[in-house]
Nanobody, 126 residues
């Protein structure tokens, strides 16, 4: 059974940093685009970042709201994807979800993704 397990969420002050991780099991990790989404209270789930993998390496994509502040990376040997979040703002407060989409094309649409983690809470205080 495929599992995506997030970790690393928590409470941080505005301007601070946090790294969340997601470890996958029971999938061929390198064959999947790995994405991060988030859902803030009262809002819809939104795309944050994604990273693919192919013969030439990894390519990344970011939402405009996090570009330059967040960095997504993956370690295929550990079946893990990371999201390093710097210069955090109160509006980054949300539940962050890891997701896996088979293939190499990066999508920003949640329905494209095959598997989801349970989410980890990130709270940024002002």
């Amino acid at each position: 059974q495929v599992q995506l397990v997030e970790s690393g969420g928590g409470l941080v002050q505005a301007g601070g940093s946090l790294r969340v991780s997601c470890t996958a099991s029971e999938i061929k990790f390198s064959s999947y685009v790995m994405g991060w989404f988030r859902r803030a209270p009262g809002k819809e789930r939104e795309f944050v970042a994604a990273v693919n993998w192919n013969w030439s390496g990894a390519r990344t994509s970011y939402a405009d709201s996090v570009k330059g502040r967040f960095t997504i990376s993956r370690d295929n040997a550990k079946n893990t994807v990371y999201l390093q979040m710097n210069s955090l703002k109160p509006e980054d407060t949300a539940v962050y979800y890891c997701a896996a989409d088979f293939g190499v094309v990066i999508s920003t649409r949640p329905y494209q993704y095959d598997y989801w983690g349970q989410g980890t809470q990130v709270t940024v205080s002002s």
